[in-house]
């Protein structure tokens, strides 16, 4: 078992005035500075502490006082030993853990510095917004009949459905598949049957789709000390989507969103459906290059920028709430915005695998958006699995990746990451 972090602090609180001795260096003044702490925590003190420096080092990591930096080893080994934990359990599980930017930070730090949890807007905010979308769409007049993609994406919807249920029918876990059929839209049901008796061949959908090692998905990128995880999400929808149709890989301004969006809000949080809609009132968005991500809310829009050919933003598809065949039916055709519960603890340490984790999202609540770029099959994990991309940078994850089980009892999905879905059609 490891150790709860506030009797940890606790004893460290109780006993760390004047701990500092002048004679010796930094790193020693923190053993010196664990002297009053009980055995069992100098004892982890003094075993970790090279381990705590070589990361320290790795990250980056600056800390004001020697104070300070014994208050965030003590955090540290707290997630050292969670790690180790997770890692060793029997049977192995079919994810690992590892350290990474966040390993001096509580959980409850965590949440807070990247605004998941109880310092989100949460998910009422986004299901109200996402009704007041959809009653305004069925009010709208479409003069120019629908835009194709949309036909495609249903077609390839009940390919998802036959394909796929047929394909894994003897997985350890059963497809609900008459749940998602019941969660797709009206437009959706009109046209199953259509399709299933235009095209009896469902073996043309792929077994797997990976968008990076296709080339539609640029270097993963980090959002830092803001939320706007809404914005790499849109960017990276919007950068795949650009792909798809014209052959050409651009790395879209984040911050050309965050500055001149004025529905969402920078580094406070939005939605990428509501980005979407922005961008259909605009002309595309300006490149990374010409203007770069500052992490800030403060600066002002900047539109004197060249906007990118053929960014602009003409329609988009929302995929309904649960329905898995409906994403894997986006994943086909591009890239797709995505959210989830990040809140957790394993999530923060993801390091490699298949998260299957039925407890995360498990009340559908979703705090992170983030963007999917594939699905497939582990045969090590024995899980189908949607691959997404992250914005925290290539030292969080798989270098910035993670995958998560397709297959969920949940309602929304592992991480309720079929709570919520959309992908944009690009003019």
Wanted: charged content about 30%; proline content about 3%.
């Amino acid at each position: 078992m490891y150790l709860s972090t506030k009797p940890l602090l606790a004893a460290f609180l109780l006993s760390s005035s004047g701990f500092a001795h002048p004679d010796h260096p930094a790193h020693d003044q923190v053993l010196a500075g664990s002297a009053k702490l009980p055995a069992a925590v100098r004892d982890k003190v003094a075993k970790l502490r090279d381990s705590f420096l070589h990361w320290k080092e790795d990250h980056g990591k600056d800390y004001e006082s020697v104070d300070v930096e014994l208050k965030k080893m003590l955090v540290w080994i707290e997630n050292h030993e969670y790690i180790h934990a997770h890692n060793n359990q029997k049977p192995t599980k079919s994810y690992t853990l590892g350290h990474n930017h966040f390993s001096d930070l509580t959980n409850d730090q965590y949440q807070q510095l990247n605004s998941l949890g109880k310092y989100s807007r949460g998910r009422e905010v986004l299901q109200k917004r996402m009704d007041e979308r959809a009653a305004m769409k069925k009010l709208q007049q479409v003069e120019d009949g629908e835009h194709p993609a949309k036909a495609e994406f249903r077609y390839l919807r009940q390919k998802s459905v036959e394909y796929f249920d047929d394909l894994f029918s003897d997985d350890e876990v059963t497809d609900d598949a008459a749940a998602e059929d019941d969660a797709a839209t009206d437009d959706t049901a009109e046209t199953d049957d259509a399709a299933a008796t235009d095209d009896n061949d469902t073996d043309g959908l792929p077994d797997e789709i990976d968008w990076v090692s296709a080339g539609a998905v640029t270097p993963v990128k980090n959002q830092g000390r803001c939320g706007s995880c809404w914005a790499f999400s849109t960017t990276g929808a919007m950068e795949g989507a650009h792909f798809v149709a014209q052959g050409e890989l651009v790395s879209l301004s984040e911050q050309n969103l965050m500055d001149c969006d004025t529905v969402d809000h920078a580094c406070e949080g939005g939605l990428m459906e509501d980005a979407f809609k922005f961008e259909e009132s605009g002309n595309g968005l300006c490149s990374e290059d010409d203007y770069p991500y500052l992490a800030t809310d403060d600066s002002e829009c900047n539109n004197d920028c060249e906007k990118v050919e053929h960014t602009r933003v003409k329609d988009y598809i929302d995929i309904n709430p649960g329905d898995k065949h409906g994403l894997i039916a986006s994943l086909v055709m591009q890239p797709t915005s995505i959210a989830m519960d990040a809140s957790g603890l394993a999530f923060q340490f993801y390091s490699s695998g298949v998260i299957d984790d039925d407890n995360c999202g498990a009340d559908g609540q979703i705090d992170h958006g983030v963007l999917a770029v594939g699905y497939g099959y582990d045969d090590d994990a024995g899980h189908k699995y949607f691959k997404v991309k992250n914005s925290w940078g290539d030292s969080w994850g798989d270098e910035g990746y993670f995958r998560i089980k397709r297959d969920s009892k949940n309602q929304y999905g592992t991480c309720a990451v079929l709570a919520y879905m959309t992908a944009p059609i690009l003019d």
